[in-house]
């Protein structure tokens, strides 16, 4: 008779302070650049990690209204998130998890855990690359209808080419 131990992961979730900013940024670097070489340019890819991912800019969005998460896998950070409440719904910034970790129901998790960290009655919207298949079908998953396309400038002659989504209120 054969015998297989399975060593069982420790998935946890935490809401992140200023002393987690060192962690989101370099988290932000590694799936940033593991993820979207295949969609985005890299040097795009550096522009938005140093004007959204760095540490200030991470900083000033948490001295705003944006309210950040971190999940860890076996206490390695794996994930974050930020959402921020916005004019009737919230606006979920940032979901990102890593690359290694995907389809392993860690996304799932995670994001189940930062709804119950907002009010329910209140719809969520975001905005996902239009060649993210990944996160689009995984926001589908989740509830997430394409409410509209859009175009954005965001400096330095760079676009986000997005679909704005959105997941009703509860």
Do not use: C
């Amino acid at each position: 008779m054969q015998f297989f131990i399975f060593e069982t992961m420790s998935l946890s979730f935490k809401p992140a302070t200023e002393k987690d900013i060192p962690v989101i940024s370099q988290l932000a670097n590694k799936i940033w650049h593991e993820h979207y070489p295949d969609i985005i340019s890299v040097e795009q890819i550096d522009f938005m990690l140093e004007n959204r991912y760095s540490e200030a800019a991470i900083e000033k969005q948490m001295a705003g209204d944006e309210k950040f998460y971190l999940a860890y896998l076996d206490e390695l950070p794996v994930a974050y998130a930020s959402i921020e409440l916005k004019e009737g719904y919230y606006y979920l910034h940032k979901f990102y998890v890593d690359v290694a970790k995907h389809q392993g129901g860690i996304g799932k998790q995670f994001f189940n855990y930062v709804l119950v960290q907002i009010d329910a009655s209140k719809s969520i919207r975001l905005q996902v690359n239009r060649q993210n298949f990944k996160a689009i079908n995984f926001y589908f998953k989740m509830g997430f209808t394409i409410e509209r396309v859009g175009d954005f400038d965001i400096g330095g002659g760079y676009f986000m080419n997005d679909f704005v989504m959105k997941r009703n209120a509860m």
